[in-house]
Nanobody
């Protein structure tokens, strides 16, 4: 069973940067597809970014050009580098994993119903 643990959240001023990390464990095929999602108070969960087993990544339009998702299979860590943060980026951020191969083809990794989820971590951006 996949275990996902997020870290690196916190508070930052607008324009600042944060890096979220997600430590994962489990069988390799269980994390072929990984993604970051977020949920702001009073809003639904939305996809932020995804990355698949081929290294292909996808981003939501709201974060494209500001956020970068990377996966280190040797260290079993998924990262989300967030730059030029805005108050509207304030949310609980969640790491997710699935066994879908090449899931970011056609940005499917942003729509996939992931099998495993972390507990989430808070990111707050002040203006």
């Amino acid at each position: 069973q996949v275990q996902l643990t997020e870290s690196g959240g916190g508070s930052v001023q607008a324009g600042g940067s944060l890096t979220l990390s997600c430590a994962f464990s489990g069988k390799p095929y269980e994390t072929f597809c990984m993604g970051w999602f977020r949920q702001a108070p009073g809003k639904g969960r939305e996809a932020v970014a995804g990355i698949d087993s081929s290294g292909l990544s996808s981003y939501a339009s709201a974060v494209k050009g500001r956020f970068t998702i990377t996966k280190d299979n040797a260290k079993n860590v998924l990262n989300l580098q967030m730059n030029s943060l805005k108050p509207e980026d304030t949310a609980m951020y969640y790491c997710a994993a699935d066994n879908e191969l090449q899931c970011c083809s056609g940005d499917y990794c942003l729509e996939l119903e992931y099998q495993s989820w972390g507990a989430g971590i808070q990111v707050t951006v002040s203006s």
